[in-house]
């Protein structure tokens, strides 16, 4: 069979390798089905292998993503202690199966994995091998982030701002309530990867805003790449 390049409407799947605008794709079918060569196998935002038609001259996905944007996760996390402890390996004490639901290196996958960790009492997100740190960005507000050093070795976050460092030999930080890690079994000698930094906070209620699972999310950006945003949620007596 011949080949040629073809356009790609992916129907808002994220689907394309980097800088490509199309595919090639064989000149016959299989089982019914367009040919594709070059694209993913299965969709990075929702994890679903597309199902291709060809017609007009172009390649269409059948059905369409339910998250053309990527996701955004939202979770909370109780922390009374007044105390976080920030690392990128708590699963000495806070452990999911990442392989329960869709492929973890998806952004359905990450949701998954997050809010299952969540649930557990643990604060988690992707950031592949990029060491970011907890940022302080002012009262009860705070950032997972990875700053860049210019030219002249300065940062674009300031590192008094840096309330602690993430070693990532898991590629995530993973951040909980220091009391209910040291009640649930949590010690220093059980530690798997990395180390451990204690932060002083106010106690409460914080949520965790992720952003390593949207669509077009660069880790690797030449300016301060954010993964997450950390709040205190407001209470009535705050």
Known sequence: MATDQTPLNTNGHDLMPRRADAVQVLTGTRSGEPIVIGARFSCASCDQT???????????????????????????????????????????????????????????????????????????????????????????????????????????????????????????YSIADFDDWKAKGGHPGNKLLGKYTVVDVTPGTYKFTYHGAERGFDHHAADTVVFAHIERVPTPAS
């Open 50 to 172: 597309p199902t291709y038609v060809l017609r007009e001259g172009a390649v269409h996905v059948q059905d369409p993503c339910p998250y053309p944007m990527g996701i955004t996760t939202e979770i909370t996390l109780d922390v009374p202690s007044g105390k976080l402890i920030v690392t990128d390996d708590l699963r000495d004490v806070y452990d999911v199966d990442f392989d329960a639901g869709a492929n973890y290196g998806s952004a359905l996958g990450k949701k998954q994995v997050i809010e299952a960790m969540a649930a557990l009492g643990c604060a988690f997100g992707n950031v592949n091998n990029t060491c970011p740190g907890l940022y302080r960005q002012g009262a009860n507000s705070y950032v997972i982030a990875a700053p860049v050093r210019d030219d002249n070795d300065v940062p674009s976050l300031p590192d008094e701002a840096c309330l602690a460092e993430i070693s990532t030999e898991l590629w995530a």
